[in-house]
């Protein structure tokens, strides 16, 4: 029965047939707007949910990693990523890069695409060019704020614009405007980049997609205060204020084909006869022009982007050169790269001490699938390298932590069967919260105790948005410690695993799949396991240079200490000098004798940018003082870092006056390997307060020190997980209740006028 009806039937309803229309459209309109306005509110209420901010229509500085969709006035259309082609020439010891990204605009609007995409940590990116139907657009590095202010004028100009911006050193976004209907766009990005080195093997490494990140919520809320009152309050602090530039949509593989199709093609030339080149996550083809060089290319043509390319090439003699010289000229400068490979310890002949080492393992959703496996046998190999001297603990943490021991133990059998239990019987799930993990790996309670060589080995994927969270704790904890990172998993972040590793005075090693893990396990241990050359030093006998690292790192075994310096002239000779366990080292370099490089001094200004980096966050160097020499040598060396962009802009309009400009993103792969349920099946909890649970690890039970936090991940829709839409039908319900309201209204008025007075 209708509402109309109910006023027809009822006896105790005496209305006038007009009034009960009235009625009738009085009470369907409220109807109307009472659904409207719950549409609505529940799809602002899905979009508040979850952990991270999300929108439905994105604004170019609110991109999604690796994510290009287009906006239409019905929703949202795929735009179709014709491909990547990443063409990369090694010389010697460096690396020149060329990644062209290739779209099309199949809409019949005008198109801005914006997206976001991974590179090398140490690549200096220099170059952009845009190709957009005929025209060619080339870039130029500015101040980060004028390079985008000169975008968003040709931008709202009609003119075809490019801008690259750095996000983290490894990530960046790129910004398209006005591309037309039915057009092709090509991108072209250009970096350099160091050749990288581990004993006789030679690696370079293709980063093909950055993985979903955690991004925990900020802790400390904002507490608005009058000026002239005396209350307490406390700043607001994000730990990932550009969570949203670092967030991707990430598609489904259970229901959803690869994208983003990659070709690769690498043209080696080591300088060196070579021995062995091998791929070691893709199939590749190898052509062999002559010794010392080889033509490298993916066996079947394009792979999708969902896992990082790993090259590595040996020389044909037994034991790769221990020494590399090469210079650059450049203005009035010459540039100087080295690479020095100390001896093996075995000659050194230095008993090394019992070691302290503390394990700690990721087991976060992100680790789901084959990354947990690597994690946990990789942990198992190194438990089972222990030695009877050596004591040891084991943390795991997702975002809860646990400790399994009050104290680091004996390395014996019983305690070793312990851990090797607690090891196996993890399971990925939750969030990362890394930063107390490695507070408490870097909690020394036997810091007095110098017969011990104090090591802490972690184990993670990486995959967290607040870098600079971890990066200080280990700055201002690290004492004695040494931080070894094990990056884990087919996309692992290796701007962080690096970087920590250089603050705590350790080394990087990666494992990208399972069969990789005794290798690099055992290559780890051999570094663990014996003295590192410490109290290094580089002094040249005539030339005045200005050397990077400012401070030289320890060097472990089979390592090279990597110096660039930019030096007055060419003249006389380096001569490096160090300790092997106690022993005393030195080696003189004759720069007469470098051999010539190519784009040395853009890795010296990417490497001097590193540093004033590392300045700051150890607070060597003030912030303004830190950016300050970043800024000068990004606009000298025309370099893209946290404070310069690359913009390009056409000077010729080409969308026409009062055409509109739609939005345009992508999405992207689920890194290989990784569980989608494990990091978007889970719906985030609500916060907990921080809780401590103790008990003792002989009766079965483990301590704990458990931070409970929401788990950032959101339940998807079918296939993809999409960005928390507000776009509901609620504002025609609402307009809809509007309109039965004012023709209720009118009736009402109507049939007044008609009743006698």
């Not at 500085?61 to 990369?88: F, H, N, P, Q």
């Not at 540093?611 to 000298?636: C, F, G, M, N």
């Not at 991940?713 to 025609?732: C, I, M, R, W, Y």
Request: aromatic share 6%; proline share 7%.
């Amino acid at each position: 029965m209708t509402i109309y009806d109910a006023c027809e039937s009822s006896p105790r309803i005496r209305l006038s047939r007009r009034m009960r229309i009235a009625v009738f459209f009085l009470v369907e309109g409220v109807l109307a707007l009472v659904i409207g306005f719950a549409a609505l509110f529940l799809s602002f209420d899905s979009a508040w949910s979850a952990e991270q901010p999300q929108h439905a229509v994105l604004r170019p500085s609110e991109a999604r990693s690796g994510s290009l969709r287009l906006k239409t006035d019905d929703g949202y259309a795929d735009a179709t990523r014709l491909g990547i082609d990443v063409d990369l020439t090694v010389s010697g010891p460096t690396v020149r890069a060329r990644v062209t990204q290739i779209f099309r605009n199949p809409t019949k609007e005008w198109m801005e695409a914006t997206y976001v995409y991974p590179l090398p940590a140490g690549g200096a990116v220099d170059t952009l060019k845009m190709v957009v139907g005929n025209r060619v657009v080339v870039g130029d590095i500015k101040e980060k704020q004028q390079a985008r202010a000169i975008y968003e004028q040709a931008r709202q100009n009609g003119q075809k614009a490019a801008l690259t911006e750095q996000e983290r050193p490894n990530i960046f976004t790129n910004s398209v405007a006005n591309i037309g209907p039915g057009e092709t766009v090509l991108v072209q990005i250009e970096y350099q980049e160091p050749v990288q080195q581990n004993g006789n093997e030679f690696s370079l490494r293709v980063p093909m997609v950055v993985g979903p990140r955690y991004n925990p919520k900020p802790v400390v809320q904002s507490v608005d205060l009058r000026a002239d009152g005396n209350g307490w309050g406390a700043a607001n602090t994000d730990p990932v204020p550009d969570r949203d530039r670092i967030t991707p949509e990430v598609l489904d593989p259970a229901t959803n084909a690869p994208i983003n199709p990659t070709n690769i093609t690498v043209r080696l030339n080591a300088g060196f006869p070579l021995g062995e080149v091998k791929s070691h996550h893709h199939q590749v083809k190898i052509e062999s022009p002559d010794s010392a060089t080889r033509v490298i290319k993916l066996a079947e043509g394009p792979v999708p982007a969902d896992s990082d390319f790993e090259l590595s090439w040996k020389p044909a003699a037994e034991k790769a050169p221990s020494v590399g010289l090469f210079r650059e000229h450049v203005g009035n400068s010459d540039y100087l790269l080295a690479f020095v490979t100390p001896p093996s310890v075995e000659q050194a002949q230095q008993k090394p001490l019992p070691r302290e080492v503390i394990f700690v393992i990721d087991n976060s959703g992100s680790m789901g699938g084959t990354s947990i496996i690597q994690a946990k046998a990789s942990l198992m190999y190194a438990l089972g390298r222990l030695q009877p001297a050596d004591r040891f603990n084991v943390i795991r943490f997702d975002d809860t932590m646990d400790v399994l021991f009050p104290a680091p133990v004996a390395a014996n059998s019983g305690n070793i069967g312990t851990a090797t239990s607690f090891v196996g019987a993890l399971q990925a799930r939750g969030g990362t919260e890394m930063v107390p993990a490695m507070r408490a790996a870097l909690s020394d309670t036997n810091r007095d105790d110098a017969s011990y060589v104090r090591q802490v080995v972690f184990l993670t994927d990486g995959a967290i948005g607040n870098e600079q969270q971890l990066f200080e704790t280990i700055s201002a904890l690290r004492g004695r410690s040494r931080v070894f990172m094990v990056g884990i998993g087919s996309a692992p972040n290796t701007y962080l695993m690096t970087r920590a590793a250089e603050l705590g005075r350790g080394t990087f090693t990666h494992i990208g799949s399972v069969e990789q893990v005794d290798e690099r396990m055992r290559d780890l241990f051999a570094k663990l396991e014996n003295p590192a050359v410490t109290g290094l030093s580089a002094k040249f006998s005539e030339a005045t240079a200005d050397l990077t690292p400012s401070a030289l790192p320890d060097v472990y075994r089979d390592e090279p200490l990597v110096l660039a310096a930019k030096l007055d002239k060419l003249a006389g000779s380096v001569e490096i000098k160090g300790r092997i366990g106690d022993r005393p080292w030195s080696v003189t370099l004759p720069l007469a004798n470098a051999a010539e490089g190519k784009g040395l001094s853009k890795l010296w200004a990417r490497r001097k940018i590193a540093d004033a980096e590392v300045a700051r966050t150890t607070r060597q160097a003030s912030p303004e003082d830190a950016d300050k020499t970043i800024l000068a040598l990004a606009l000298e060396h025309q370099l893209v870092t946290r404070l310069t962009s690359l913009v390009a802009v056409d000077k010729t309009p080409s969308r026409p006056a009062g055409e509109p400009l739609k939005l345009a993103e992508l999405p992207i792969n689920l890194p290989a390997g990784w569980d989608f349920a494990k990091v978007f099946g889970e719906r985030p909890q609500q916060p907990a307060a921080p809780t401590e649970r103790r008990a003792e690890a002989g009766d079965g039970k483990l301590q704990v020190a458990a931070l409970k936090r929401p788990v950032p991940v959101a339940t998807p829709s079918p296939g993809t997980v999409q960005l928390p839409k507000t776009a509901t039908d609620a504002e025609l319900k609402m307009i809809a209740g509007m309109i039965l309201l004012a023709i209720s209204l009118l009736l009402l008025v109507f049939n007044r006028r008609q009743m006698p007075n």
